[in-house]
């Protein structure tokens, strides 16, 4: 008897941690694909790059839980129904605080302080953060698998009104009416299987007295009415985008395909794989991964927002700016899709005067308003009233106070909702003062643009979550791709074209610059191209002088692999 409990006092510790160190193996495995295990002072670019991915993470994390429907969980916290408004309000306030931490300028002394500590990495909350992104990967699957079903296998659900117009908007062109005049919500419904809620009310008609926001069963009651009096005064009803939002949508509407789901997926996996594309290769397992977790951007595919197609516009934009004609032909176009482009341009023209001259802004913004000019003048001569009143529509038509914004506190017994002219005041004043912090900042983090340009929506009449969605996963796109150096006072001749440069010139603390001519060119031909080859930076044709003269962490940049090595780095 003695014997037996001395053998199970002897075998029980074995077989309890076997189990814990099965998970510890697990997890040291995943640890390196994330977290560099080279601590060295060569090495902390890397290092500073996969902590800022760790507040991206927090700040996708943040979104995605502003998109959990707030009928689940309120009935069991009765006391935050009058404060309900200030759940995303706080929600998206922490993904800012995120995202301004991911590019924070970092002092040296705790740069130097941080380094030192390496025998600490990765930290605790790291892990923790990198834990709970792989968890919000599962909501993130599932957003994937809503958008695939949606967009291939069952008919279309426009949970987007804009999408609706636009898809009517593409039709109504074929058939050789103008879109800005002819569109009407009431056949869209007739045509489409449109909830009310999915509309967008105004405060006309029989909502002309009203200020809050109306219910779906009001919202039922009036499109019924307004069904049976052919008029509908109370929905917005115009093309309310500039023209290539509906130009992109022709190829469907022509083979019979309304179903435009697919586009707005496409997009997002053009994004994906343009940052796969132009990243580090030690970053490519976060940037997949936060582009899986990334529930916000998802959910933005499933509805068919548009701005999955601007903001891939306006990234290419960045990543090329090294390309006069490119970068402007990019903006250009994110220009002639939706309104909150327009937002970009001034910090876009910020970034080219602090890097080159005036004259170089002149001539790049030219070539952006000429391309978004030539893609909407033929319906503003077509009807020059009624493409101004439709891409107007979302300043000048009276609509509700809607968003996530400075508006969700007015929807609380805190603050009542003020005159718009307050808000736009408070639009301009940010606008203002993010513009001036863009002019400080931009050489070192032009990738700041990405929260800094839509910050001043967030004191907005409306400011609906989806206009913050796609400023955390493009940031890190282009914090990865590459890193601006202090080029001085002395401005630089425009690189024409971009890929003039093959590598980059070490900085004398042999940190990379900026690879945007890379990130420009292979951009460029992945469209021409249905696949690209990966090669690194030193190939086997390189001479051994050129081996010995490039910086050791050159070896990490993307090289092109359509362009023969150099012979010499001199």
Same mark, same amino acid.
């Given at each position: ?7 199970? /006092? ?9 189990? %814990?160190? &099965? ?51 309120? #009935? ?32 040296? !002394? !705790? ?44 008919? %279309? ?13 593409? =039709? ?6 103008? #879109? ?6 009431? =056949?869209?419904? &007739? ?20 200020? /809050? ?19 509908? %005064? ?143 003048? #033929? ?111 002395? #401005?630089? !001749? ?38 690209? &080859? ?6 086997? !044709?390189? =001479? ?27």
């Amino acid at each position: 008897m003695h014997e037996d409990t001395e053998q199970q /006092t002897v075998t029980m510790p074995y077989t309890q941690s076997a189990e %814990p160190q &099965r998970h510890n193996r697990l997890f040291s495995r995943l640890m390196p694909l994330f977290f560099t295990e080279d601590v060295s002072p060569d090495n902390y670019p890397l290092i500073e790059l996969q902590r800022r991915a760790c507040w991206v993470g927090l700040a996708i994390i943040a979104q995605a839980l502003n998109e959990i429907d707030r009928k689940i969980y309120l #009935p069991y916290v009765r006391f935050l129904i009058p404060w309900e408004s200030m759940i995303p309000f706080v929600l998206i306030v922490a993904s800012f605080v995120a995202i301004w931490m991911a590019f924070r300028p970092m002092a040296l !002394k !705790k740069r130097v302080g941080k380094s030192s500590a390496s025998q600490s990495r990765p930290h605790r909350w790291q892990r923790i953060v990198l834990v709970m992104v792989l968890l919000t990967c599962i909501a993130g699957g599932i957003e994937f698998g809503r958008s695939i079903a949606m967009g291939f296998f069952m008919p %279309p659900q426009y949970t987007n009104d804009g999408t609706s117009i636009d898809t009517n908007a593409a =039709s109504l062109l074929l058939e050789g009416r103008n #879109p800005y005049t002819d569109s009407s919500i009431l =056949s869209l419904v &007739r045509r489409f299987p449109i909830q009310p809620y999915w509309t967008t009310p105004l405060r006309q008609g029989q909502l002309a007295d009203a200020l /809050t926001y109306p219910s779906t069963w009001e919202l039922r009651t009036i499109l019924d009415t307004d069904l049976k009096a052919g008029t509908a %005064p109370e929905f917005e009803s115009k093309v309310s985008y500039p023209s290539l939002s509906f130009l992109t949508l022709l190829p469907f509407v022509w083979l019979n395909i309304y179903n435009v789901l697919p586009f707005y997926l496409l997009c997002y996996i053009l994004l994906v794989i343009i940052g796969l594309k132009v990243v580090r290769p030690e970053i490519r397992p976060w940037l997949l991964l936060l582009s899986l977790a990334n529930v916000s951007m998802w959910t933005s595919v499933v509805g068919g927002n548009l701005d999955l197609l601007y903001i891939l516009f306006i990234v290419l934009a960045w990543l090329a700016q090294d390309s006069r004609r490119w970068s402007a032909i990019f903006l250009g176009l994110a220009i002639a899709s939706k309104q909150p482009a327009w937002l970009f341009v001034p910090f876009y023209a910020i970034m080219i005067l602090r890097q080159y001259n005036f004259k170089e802004v002149l001539y790049r913004l030219s070539i952006a308003g000429i391309i978004a000019l030539a893609l909407n003048l #033929p319906f503003i001569l077509w009807s020059p009233q009624a493409w101004f009143a439709g891409v107007l529509a979302p300043i000048a038509d009276p609509m509700f106070p809607l968003g996530v914004g400075l508006i969700a506190v007015s929807s609380t017994p805190l603050v009542p909702i003020l005159p718009g002219t307050v808000y736009l005041a408070l639009e301009a004043i940010t606008m203002l003062f993010c513009l001036g912090w863009y002019w400080r900042i931009c050489k070192q983090h032009p990738e700041s643009v990405m929260l800094l340009a839509v910050l001043p929506l967030f004191f907005a009449w409306r400011s609906l979550p989806s206009y913050f969605y796609c400023a955390a996963f493009p940031l890190i796109i282009l914090q990865a791709a590459y890193t601006l150096p202090n080029r001085g006072s002395r #401005p630089r !001749k425009a690189l024409r074209p971009a890929w003039r440069l093959q590598f980059a010139s070490p900085e004398i603390n042999e940190l990379p610059v900026g690879i945007t001519s890379h990130a420009a060119t292979r951009t460029l031909r992945f469209f021409r191209a249905l696949g690209i &080859r990966s090669t690194s930076v030193l190939s086997s !044709k390189s =001479s051994p002088h050129a081996q010995q003269q490039h910086s050791p962490v050159a070896t990490y940049l993307p090289a092109l692999p359509w362009i023969p090595p150099p012979q010499s780095l001199a």
